[in-house]
């Protein structure tokens, strides 16, 4: 890589009109394995080794390049393309020679028009460069190699799916194992040369069934590790299927929701998704640059955003909280900068945003932030993110503080959100300031002493302002939610720890649901599923 990388950067400076100033090469090596069964047989099993290559051009200006923001137009230059798995350099050199120059050309083409854009659409608020300067780094970490146990994963899908059987309002079950090794080669023109990687292992447990008035339900437990040998035994695993079944199993019985406003809990990984959806988006670098963005925090820079009682940290360098791994660290990001925490609210005040090498006014320099999906471009995205509070109260006293709060309110119940499976967000100004997350098991809690009440059909909404100023206490447990993000450059693991979070106000809408009703037919009979 380094060779090709320094023969085609000199050629093209050579020879090329406009010259590069800047080029860079990562590959990603991923080697994966995967099964999963459903009542006791394999459904599907595979996996494979491929290498991706990701290539930077940068022409022009660390001022003004072809990676400058021009509303509704991102560039694209790389493509991912696959490289040989075998250390053999000839066909690997051919195929970075062939996308270097399919990028440069991509690249010089987008450099004309920004320049013409520029002459002839109003100046950007925000004038700075579009590339920063950083440290070269060198680092050579031992390559993780994978090692997965076929077999024992298959025996053990077998019996943990096969739990399911005991569950026969559950429709559809799936229990699904995956590991994967993800090694990282990047080489710039700067200097940087680093090979890095990691290991990624989950366990995930679902069921759904449907209710009498067409709405789907569903609920689920993951569990993530570095290694395969870090996940849970088959107890643990098989305690983790009665639970699922079991609320799939209650929630067939539970009323339906109706649309609500009032106090609320957000167990700590409701609360983890709640702050990544509606919080950690919004201080990504690049959306207080792009004048299509919503920018909610960009002149909040000092300024109270939070409660004062809450801060809140990005750490890619933690690799467990509360013995639990968690799945957003790495040791350089995808522009090869090295990880390194970063406190973006300091006892409610915002300090920093998420920070790739593309600047922002007041932030110069990237913060080890910039990362992708491989064949997509570079942005500024989430990591760790790690919810501290000053506030902390034990679960039975949050617990009572949302009844206080209930009576306060005059309201008939508040509501706990115990599980959440995701959620997703609009930051665009074009669009609603808006968020919308959604849970999986929620309960009405009653005022009067009455147990509470499992109800379904419930989504969270509302506007991102508006919901931090509601955030009254939290509980003194963190919980984990590890999970993968989507967003302009793909999909990037991450994780989200956060205490348990009470509310005095938060709104929920009915879900959408089908008109197909449950299945006409009645299940087979455990007899029937073990005939051959």
Same mark, same amino acid.
């Given at each position: 890589?380094?060779?090709?990388? @320094?023969?085609?950067?000199?050629?093209?400076?050579?020879?090329?009109?406009?010259?590069?100033?800047?080029?860079?090469?990562?590959?990603?090596?991923?080697?994966?394995?995967?099964?999963?069964?459903?009542?006791?047989?394999?459904?599907?099993?595979?996996?494979?080794?491929?290498?991706?290559?990701?290539?930077?051009? /940068?022409?022009?200006?660390?001022?003004?390049?072809?990676?400058? +923001?021009?509303?509704?137009?991102? %560039?694209?230059?790389?493509?991912?393309?696959?490289?040989?798995?075998?250390? $053999?350099?000839?066909?690997? +050199?051919?195929?970075?020679?062939?996308?270097?120059?399919?990028?440069?050309?991509?690249?010089?083409?987008?450099?004309?028009?920004?320049? #013409?854009?520029?002459?002839?659409?109003?100046?950007?608020?925000?004038?700075?460069?579009?590339?920063?300067?950083?440290?070269?780094?060198?680092?050579?970490?031992?390559?993780? /190699?994978?090692?997965?146990?076929?077999?024992?994963? /298959?025996?053990?899908?077998?019996?943990?799916?096969?739990?399911? %059987?005991?569950y026969p309002h559950v429709l559809t079950s799936h229990v699904a194992v995956s590991a994967q090794t993800d090694t990282r080669y990047f080489v710039?023109?700067?200097?940087?040369?680093?090979?890095?990687?990691?290991?990624?292992?989950?366990?995930?447990?679902?069921?759904?069934?449907?209710?009498?008035?067409?709405?789907?339900?569903?609920?689920?437990?993951?569990?993530?590790? $570095?290694?395969?040998?870090?996940?849970?035994?088959?107890? @643990?695993?098989?305690?983790?299927?009665?639970?699922?079944?079991?609320?799939? #199993?209650?929630?067939?019985?539970?009323?339906?929701?109706?649309?609500?406003?009032?106090?609320?809990?957000?167990?700590?990984?409701?609360?983890?998704?709640?702050?990544?959806?509606?919080?950690?988006?919004?201080?990504?670098?690049?959306?207080?640059?792009?004048?299509?963005?919503?920018?909610?925090?960009?002149?909040?820079?000092?300024?109270?955003?939070?409660?004062?009682?809450?801060?809140?940290?990005?750490?890619?360098? +933690?690799?467990?909280?509360?013995?639990?791994?968690?799945?957003?660290?790495?040791?350089?990001?995808?522009?090869?900068?090295?990880?390194?925490?970063?406190?973006?609210?300091?006892?409610?005040?915002?300090?920093?945003?998420?920070?790739?090498?593309?600047?922002?006014?007041?932030?110069?320099?990237?913060?080890?932030?910039?990362?992708?999906?491989? %064949?997509?471009?570079? $942005?500024? =995205?989430?990591?760790?993110?790690?919810?501290?509070?000053?506030?902390?109260?034990?679960?039975?006293?949050? =617990? +009572?503080?949302?009844?206080?709060?209930?009576?306060?309110?005059?309201?008939?119940?508040?509501?706990?959100?115990?599980?959440?499976?995701?959620?997703f967000t609009t930051t665009a100004r074009a669009g609603l300031q808006a968020f919308k997350v959604i849970p999986v098991i929620v309960y009405?809690?009653?005022?009067?002493?009455?147990?509470?009440?499992?109800?379904?059909?419930?989504?969270?909404?509302? #506007?991102?302002? !508006?919901?931090?100023?509601?955030?009254?206490?939290?509980?003194?447990?963190?919980?984990?939610?590890?999970?993968?993000?989507?967003?302009?450059? %793909?999909?990037?693991?991450?994780?989200? $720890?956060?205490?348990?979070?009470?509310?005095?106000?938060?709104?929920?809408?009915?879900? !959408?649901?089908?008109?197909?009703?449950?299945?006409?037919?009645?299940?087979?009979?455990?007899?029937?599923?073990? =005939?051959?």
């Amino acid at each position: 890589m380094s060779k090709e990388l @320094t023969r085609n950067f000199t050629i093209l400076k050579q020879k090329a009109d406009p010259p590069p100033y800047f080029l860079s090469y990562e590959i990603t090596e991923a080697d994966y394995r995967a099964i999963s069964g459903t009542l006791g047989a394999i459904e599907d099993a595979g996996g494979g080794k491929t290498r991706s290559l990701d290539v930077s051009v /940068r022409v022009g200006s660390p001022k003004l390049d072809n990676y400058h +923001q021009v509303r509704n137009d991102r %560039g694209q230059f790389t493509s991912g393309a696959l490289v040989s798995f075998e250390n $053999v350099p000839d066909p690997i +050199q051919q195929r970075l020679w062939l996308e270097t120059d399919r990028a440069y050309r991509a690249a010089a083409e987008r450099l004309i028009r920004i320049k #013409t854009n520029t002459q002839v659409k109003v100046a950007a608020e925000d004038t700075s460069d579009d590339f920063s300067t950083e440290k070269p780094e060198t680092a050579q970490e031992p390559v993780t /190699r994978l090692r997965f146990d076929e077999d024992e994963w /298959r025996d053990r899908i077998r019996k943990i799916s096969a739990r399911f %059987g005991n569950y026969p309002h559950v429709l559809t079950s799936h229990v699904a194992v995956s590991a994967q090794t993800d090694t990282r080669y990047f080489v710039n023109t700067e200097g940087s040369r680093i090979e890095h990687g990691r290991g990624f292992a989950r366990v995930s447990i679902s069921a759904s069934s449907k209710a009498a008035d067409g709405t789907d339900l569903s609920s689920f437990e993951t569990f993530e590790a $570095v290694e395969p040998d870090g996940l849970p035994d088959d107890k @643990t695993l098989l305690a983790a299927v009665d639970r699922v079944a079991t609320d799939v #199993t209650n929630l067939l019985r539970a009323p339906e929701a109706e649309p609500f406003v009032g106090p609320a809990i957000f167990s700590g990984r409701a609360a983890g998704v709640f702050f990544h959806e509606i919080f950690g988006h919004r201080v990504e670098g690049h959306r207080q640059k792009d004048e299509s963005e919503g920018q909610t925090f960009t002149k909040s820079v000092n300024t109270k955003v939070l409660p004062d009682f809450l801060s809140v940290l990005f750490d890619p360098t +933690q690799r467990k909280i509360g013995g639990v791994d968690l799945n957003g660290w790495y040791d350089y990001d995808d522009e090869g900068v090295k990880a390194r925490p970063v406190l973006a609210v300091d006892k409610g005040v915002l300090k920093t945003f998420l920070m790739s090498r593309s600047p922002i006014k007041g932030f110069d320099h990237s913060n080890g932030h910039g990362r992708r999906q491989p %064949g997509l471009e570079v $942005v500024s =995205r989430q990591s760790n993110l790690i919810v501290e509070s000053t506030n902390a109260v034990p679960e039975a006293r949050l =617990r +009572q503080m949302l009844i206080d709060e209930v009576k306060r309110q005059n309201k008939p119940y508040g509501l706990y959100f115990r599980d959440i499976t995701g959620g997703f967000t609009t930051t665009a100004r074009a669009g609603l300031q808006a968020f919308k997350v959604i849970p999986v098991i929620v309960y009405r809690v009653y005022p009067d002493g009455r147990p509470d009440e499992l109800v379904r059909g419930a989504d969270i909404v509302g #506007t991102p302002l !508006a919901s931090f100023s509601k955030i009254l206490a939290t509980g003194d447990k963190p919980e984990v939610f590890n999970g993968y993000c989507g967003a302009e450059s %793909g999909s990037v693991p991450v994780s989200a $720890v956060s205490p348990a979070i009470l509310v005095s106000e938060i709104e929920i809408e009915k879900k !959408a649901k089908s008109n197909d009703r449950p299945p006409l037919l009645s299940e087979p009979s455990s007899m029937e599923r073990g =005939r051959k």
